[in-house]
């Protein structure tokens, strides 16, 4: 098949490239890296800093859609899927659906379906927008509801929710958020991971826990609480806990420093772990984060339970990082299960199968023919 990757999140596009391109796929990936990420892509769109960086880009993706023609299946890493407003993205979706044969919806992220059903549906415990009946006041989260609701953003969304193929939702959390409004479309396929060599295990304590704080975004996410609570956790324990720290840095060197820790802490209102998380997990890092029972209930997952399952509290955050520090015997069997859970359901190999079953079978319901 010949497929078209529009866009990136933390990694999964260029990811799932790799694994599609070993089954014997034609794969492009165009996206901006993710940012200041970098993440590796074929075609880079980029917005460049400067006067008129939007009228730029704007050019540079016309001229660009002849190239993004002809394709088997089209797939969105979000509804804004280059970095035009959304009212730009309307003609340019029609043309892609128009001239590509299938077109993909990923539900990876920030979206209008994640942003409206947290805040008013809440059919989490606790959410990027809610903590129980509560909605969330930060200025991230407020900043993002006024984006989706009742916007272009919105429209768009819903628009290319309900005429695209097929959706696939990474993550527990999305997977609630798309499939009441449309079930027959929405499917769960697990995050893919390249699985490299593992971390070495620490031969004695301090705990090497390591912290990524996203920019601008500590308070939505939640490292605010944590990283409060790991220097608490440091200050009672100076000799038991080594604290490092990294700030909006580029994906290589994120990766060449989580390697060496014994534990990361990843996002605090999360029910899962996602693409850092699991790349930690891969290595035999053990992630503090989102581990609740339905992570593992969508993953059929009745065995392992690796990952240090955190509420959204500092007192919740502090007392189980503090058991990782006055239980050193436990970390060998979480490092263990970390790299098991990752093997089991994220291999990008075994992911890459799943999104190529999904796209076999779009296509031949809607041309009644086999690729």
């Not at 509560?134 to 900043?143: I, T």
């Not at 768009?156 to 027959?184: M, Q, W």
């Amino acid at each position: 098949m010949k497929i078209l990757l529009l866009g990136e999140y933390s990694n999964v596009h260029a990811t799932l490239a790799r694994g599609l391109r070993n089954l014997g796929h034609e794969v492009t990936v165009v996206s901006n890296g993710d940012f200041w990420k970098d993440y590796p892509r074929d075609i880079d769109v980029s917005r460049k800093s400067g006067p008129f960086s939007g009228v730029r880009l704007y050019l540079k993706v016309l001229s660009l859609l002849p190239r993004l023609t002809g394709f088997d299946v089209v797939q969105l890493i979000n509804p804004i899927f280059f970095e035009l407003r959304a009212d730009r993205l309307f003609a340019i979706y029609h043309y892609l659906k128009k001239h590509n044969k299938t077109v993909v919806l990923d539900a990876f992220g920030m979206d209008y379906f994640w942003v409206s059903t947290c805040t008013y549906d809440k059919p989490l415990r606790y959410s990027d927008f809610n903590i129980g009946p509560k909605v969330r006041d930060d200025l991230s989260a407020v900043e993002e509801q006024h984006d989706w609701l009742g916007t272009a953003k919105e429209r768009l969304n819903k628009e290319i929710a309900a005429s695209c193929d097929a959706i696939v939702t990474g993550l527990y959390e999305y997977d609630v958020c798309y499939r009441p409004h449309f079930p027959d479309k929405t499917t769960f396929i697990p995050f893919p991971i390249e699985i490299g060599p593992s971390a070495p295990v620490s031969p004695a304590p301090p705990l090497k826990l390591f912290i990524g704080i996203s920019r601008g975004r500590s308070a939505y996410k939640g490292t605010d609480i944590m990283l409060e609570a790991a220097k608490e956790v440091k200050a009672k324990y100076p000799d038991g806990l080594e604290l490092r720290i990294a700030n909006g840095i580029p994906f290589d060197e994120y990766v060449r420093m989580i390697d060496g820790s014994d534990a990361i802490m990843d996002q605090l209102y999360s029910y899962t772990p996602a693409m850092n998380a699991l790349l930690a997990m891969s290595k035999g890092i053990i992630v503090i984060g989102g581990g609740e029972p339905e992570n593992y209930a969508i993953l059929h997952e009745n065995q392992l339970r690796p990952i240090v399952n955190v509420q959204p509290t500092r007192d919740s955050v502090c007392h189980e990082l503090e058991r990782l520090v006055l239980h050193p015997d436990i970390i060998p069997r979480l490092r263990r299960e970390s790299i098991e859970y990752v093997k089991r359901h994220h291999d990008y190999m075994k992911v890459a199968r799943q999104y190529e079953t999904l796209y076999k079978q779009i296509i031949a319901k809607k041309f009644g023919s086999k690729i």
